[in-house]
Every structure is written in C-alpha cells, then in structure tokens.
C-alpha cells in the first residue's frame, strides 16, 4: 500500500541511546537489529532513525560530513543494509534523517567553498560582505546563541550558521546545492530507504536581500528569553515562500519510488500549524509534517483543540505528523507533571490522546516504559546547547539517555562499557524486561492500545469533530461515513463528569481507563479517558 503513512505510527529511535553492540557506550545500527523484536512486538508502522551520517558529531549527527556514508560510530553500510533487510522482513518501514539545510564545516563542499570567491562552490553556502564598521549584515542570532554569522579571513566574508558555527547553512538559492541535495536522497532511495524525516524544513531558504528579523511580539511584563534566539520573530532568516517549490521537488522524486514517504519538521514559533498545512497541501508537497505545538508545556483542551482545527482549517487536504516528545525536547511526562497525580496514568492517557487524533503519529523511544525526563549533572552534559545555558535551559541530553532494557542496574544491558550519558534509577526501575513480565505495565498498555488503533481505522484517517466542553475536559468525535466514535479525555489530576445528549444506550470501549458511564453522564479519574462507539450519525452535545 503506497499509503501506508497515512494514519501510521513512525517509532523513533536515536541510535546512540538504542542499543550498543561493541561495548563502546554508544548505541549502534548492529545493537537496533539487535531490538528490532521489541519494535516490531509495540505494532507500530515504521522506524525514523535520527542522523546516522558520517560527522564529527559536534551536534550528535546533525552536522553531516558525508551525507553517502555511515559513521563509524553506528557501523557501516553493510550495517545499514542489514538493519534495511531485517525491518523490512518484519514488516516495518525505514525512514531516516535528512540534514540538508547545513552541513559540518568539515563537508567538502564547505572546505571548497571557503577557499575564496571564485571556486565552483563558493556560492553553495551563504556568504556576506561585512558592514562598513566590520560588523556582520544583520541581526541574525544562531538557535544555539551569538550571531549567526562567523567570519572566515580567507574570503573576507561572513558565512551564515543558523546552528553552531561548525554547522555552516547550505545556499537553496542555488540550484546546484538543490540538486546535490536530491542527488542524496536519490543514493538512499536506491539504497532501499522508505523515506526521509527532513530536519528543520522550514530553515532551507533564507531572504535573499538579508533583512533584519523584526523583535519578537511578547508581553511588556515578560522578562528577557533565557536564549537570545527567542527575542526576535525570525521573518527572513527562515520559513522563506520559496522553499514550497522545492519540497515540489522532493515530492516528485519520492514519486519515482512508490511508498516512499517524508516527514518535514517545521520549526517556527508563529507559524508552525499554516506551515505544516502549506507543505503537506495540494497532494505535490511532502506528505507529512510536525511541529512543536505539542512538544511544550501547554496540556489544557482549547491549546489541542484551537492547533487541531487551524491545521485542518487552513490546509483540509493537509496531512500531520503529531508528536508529543522526541530528541529535542524534555519528554512529556516530565513537562506535563503538573497535570497528573500519577506519571504512569498520565502515560496511558497520553498514548490514547495523541493515537485517537487525525493524522499519523510519531512515538520516541522509550515513551512506551513511561520514562520520565533524565535529571542530568552539568558535568554529566554534551549537548552544546544546554553547557552554553545551563541551568536555565539544560539542554537536550534529559530525553536523550540510553534505553534500558534489562533487570537491575545501570546501564540495564544497553552496553557493556560505560554509556554515552547515564542512566539513572528512574530509568533503571521501568525496564523493559520487568515490563515484559508485567500485564499491567505501560509498555503492555502501548502494545494495546496501538493494536486497539489498528482495530478501528477510523481513528487513523477518520475525521475529527471537537465538541464544546469546559475545561478541563478535551472531547471530539471521530467518523469515516459508517463509523463514529467519542473520544472524551480528563486533562487534569481532578475528577470531572460530563453530561451530554446522545450517550444513552452507549457502552465504554474496554480501552477506556478511569471512566464511568451511566446515562448520559461520563464521570472521569485523574487523567481518565474513554471511548465510546457512537451509532452512525449521532451528534453529542453538551447542553451549557
């Protein structure tokens, strides 16, 4: 089926914290073939691997040196090929990371590039004349702090880094970066790939006059972001109209290989849920996209009902990719603490929310044990955005720490040496053998619920009508034309009770936890949730 992504659940792994083969503490492609048993036990569709690319690894692989080979770090080729196979044989997709919107200053490109203005790539990176008082062209900041401009004395010029300064961005203006980068995919494509996650999507284009970015619209009261990036609205150093045209290319080679799919993340805190629309729109653009709405704080019905409806609203023929953690950001249950009495409830009800939404879904490694974030030492930090903002902002290195698979100490059978990061007890507790063991585990709830979700399609490609209901009760139906179903969750660690106009005669799915029906009224536990299987044109309603 060419479609298979539509509706479909993508697992990611980050390789380095997956499973480690040689005992140098760092997970590998041979220690992933190694697991793909338990992948394949959750029911999930597909597995996205995070950057496995030849690169220094200042930034942990998304600083790609060799976008044709795999680092030594995770293996080799072959590695990959077998790791391809393997799934394949298991009935699963293969996706992986696309980093093209910058490379490592190590590439070739860029080594050729910064030799001077005349060489056959001194226009694939973006380059910029000083200003008269020797200062860089605008004010441009990088994500990981300072300017986004580095000056290179060889060319008596600034090149433009949106991440570190080792991440130099490649040019899309020019149609010969555009075509080298297709020409990557091509490589893997033929190599077997079943698509692509692009990495920052939305930072491919940059304006082409360099503009100033604008300072960011926050209230007077606020203080200053702890990250300077978060001070200014970044109009012209990313999301640029430009770039549709090519992911118009990339959609038209991923045609040429049938059930090949791409994932773009789109990173913009103004406009994230109009781009996710606008480029996964017309059925010529990528086919799926994610955002970061659903990767903060917020956890409150009108923040998922408002972003659902604007997507949908603003691009009907769209497609999303939700998410509620993943490498980037502290894992959700973590964030969403404050909302909970009990984190493995709170688990179970965020898996049931984000596979009964429309759209497909992607779930990180290690979510289905119910881990929390890592509380890691600042001696213990590798991510260079957390040691340049600690304490603040600790960085990416809490969600990143190995799986632990095993019974009772770290690192839990992840490696025989010393792991990459740690793992602490509150990982070591939720492994994944103690869990196999346990009917009752979240890990045998994900497998549930995930199988529950293959049972009834209508939650995969189904469509979603919200349901007026006060806070702090998140409710809409699901319907494909002779299915219906009401999904109704308790965001909060009190007990409400709906009573609503069309649930007589209605019964509880047994997937449902923490929820009482009688009547008309729905009576909810802390994080409850319930599923209730409507006849087919039933509208409820809340009377107010």
Same mark, same amino acid.
């Given at each position: ?43 999930? %569709?597909?597995?996205?691997? /995070? ?13 790609? /040196? ?46 050729? /590039?910064?030799?001077? +203005?005349?060489?056959? *790539? #001194? ?24 300017? =986004? ?9 600034? !090149? ?42 939305? !930072? ?46 990339? *959609?038209?080679?991923? &045609? ?24 996964? /729109? ?48 502290? +894992? ?52 260079? *955005? ?29 490696? @025989? ?22 009917? #009752?585990? @979240?890990?045998?709830?994900? +497998? +549930? ?18 349901? %007026? @209901? ?5 409710? !809409? ?12 969750? &308790? ?8 009573? =609503? ?14 929820? @009482? ?28």
């Amino acid at each position: 089926m060419t479609e298979w992504w539509r509706g479909g659940v993508i697992y990611q792994v980050y390789p380095r914290s997956f499973q480690d083969s040689n005992g140098d503490g760092v997970g590998d492609l041979p220690g992933i073939i190694r697991r793909l048993d338990h992948i394949q036990s959750l029911g999930v %569709d597909c597995i996205w691997l /995070s950057p496995i690319t030849r690169s220094p690894q200042a930034d942990m692989g998304y600083d790609v /040196s060799d976008y044709q080979d795999v680092d030594p770090l995770f293996g080799s080729l072959h590695d990959f090929d077998s790791l391809l196979e393997q799934a394949h044989a298991r009935g699963l997709k293969v996706i992986m990371d696309q980093v093209v919107s910058h490379t490592s200053d190590l590439h070739p490109w860029f080594q050729e /590039s910064r030799l001077n +203005r005349t060489n056959a *790539r #001194a226009d694939w990176y973006i380059w910029a004349d000083p200003l008269s008082d020797g200062s860089p062209p605008n004010n441009w900041p990088a994500v990981f702090g300072g300017r =986004a401009w580095e000056w290179n004395p060889t060319r008596g010029q600034y !090149y433009m880094h949106n991440f570190l300064t080792s991440q130099p961005d490649l040019n899309f203006h020019n149609e010969a970066v555009q075509q080298a980068v297709l020409d990557v995919m091509r490589f893997w494509l033929e190599r077997g790939i079943d698509g692509f996650r692009l990495d920052t999507v939305n !930072y491919y284009f940059h304006d082409k006059q360099l503009r100033s970015n604008p300072p960011n619209k926050l209230p007077e009261h606020l203080a200053y972001a702890v990250n300077p990036y978060d001070m200014q609205e970044h109009k012209y150093s990313k999301s640029q109209p430009e770039n549709v045209a090519f992911l118009r290319r990339v *959609r038209s080679l991923l &045609n040429e290989y049938p059930g090949a799919t791409s994932v773009g993340e789109v990173g913009d805190s103004h406009r994230s849920v109009e781009l996710m629309a606008e480029y996964t /729109s017309g059925g010529d653009t990528l086919h799926m996209c994610y955002g970061f709405d659903f990767l903060g704080p917020e956890f409150d019905p009108e923040h998922f009902r408002s972003r659902i409806e604007k997507f949908f609203r603003t691009g009907p023929d769209g497609w999303p990719c939700w998410s509620f953690s993943n490498h980037d950001v502290p +894992r959700h249950l973590t964030r969403w603490a404050p909302f909970s009495q009990q984190s493995q409830a709170l688990a179970r009800q965020a898996a049931a929310l984000v596979l009964s939404l429309k759209g497909s879904v992607c779930l990180y490694q290690g979510e289905e044990l119910g881990l929390p974030e890592t509380d890691l030492l600042f001696e213990e930090l590798t991510d260079p *955005r957390g040691i340049r903002f600690w304490p603040e902002d600790k960085g990416r290195d809490g969600c990143r720490t190995p799986m632990p698979w095993e019974h009772g100490e770290a690192p839990n059978g992840f490696t @025989t040496g010393t792991p990459w990061l740690p793992v602490k007890p509150s990982h070591s507790m939720l492994n994944v053998a103690d869990q196999n063991a346990d009917p #009752a585990s @979240t890990l045998a709830f994900y +497998r +549930r619920i995930l199988q529950w979700r293959k049972a009834h399609p209508v939650l995969a490609t189904g469509e979603i009508a919200f349901i %007026d @209901t006060d806070e702090p009760i998140l409710a !809409y139906q699901r319907s494909n034309g002779d299915t219906a179903m009401l999904c109704v969750f &308790n965001l909060s660690a009190e007990a409400p009770e709906l009573t =609503a106009i069309g649930l007589d005669g209605a019964e509880l799915d047994p997937i449902s936890t923490g929820a @009482t029906l009688s009547a008309n009224t729905l009576a909810l536990q802390p994080n409850g949730y319930a599923f209730v299987s409507l006849p087919v044109g039933t509208n409820v309603a809340v009377p107010k």
